[in-house]
């Protein structure tokens, strides 16, 4: 009896000495659960490698929400093997890189993209990326941070 409560306890410390599983910016969205779209599109584009990659990345991460108020059919048009190219633009439109906190924006801030062009910062009306208000700021992940936002925005075409 005295074996099995020692043994008991040794599992119990070792249980809480292993360290807890780094989320990357996938994972991390994954946990949240109110990203299924993205993620399906992060899958569709083939980025999930790489946003599981060393980063660091800010994601300006449109929800479920934002991607059911494109017009009908977007989404699922987007996801067709022959639309991976304006798939990938629009995603990666939404990546910057490095690790951007809320506290690291200025109004009027340009950052440019991993898509190549940029997104504007506005400070006025709340924390504005674009058109897109950000509705919960710095998820952080282990390799970046994610900035939650209600719109999916577009990249210049």
Known sequence: ???????????????I????K???IVDTAVEAGSFNTLVAAVQAA?????LKGEGPFTVFAPTDEAFAALPAGTVEDLLKPENKDKLVSILTYHVV?????STDLSDDMMAATVEGAEIKVDLDNGVMINDASVVTADIEADNGVIH???KVIMPPM
């Open 17 to 20: 000495a292993l360290p807890a």
């Open 97 to 101: 890189p490095g690790k951007i906190m």
């Open 148 to 150: 939650v936002i209600d």
């Open 1 to 15: 009896m005295k074996f099995a409560k020692y043994l008991a306890a040794g599992f119990i410390a070792a249980t």
């Open 22 to 24: 780094a989320a990357d």
């Open 46 to 50: 083939g980025l999930v490698d790489t």
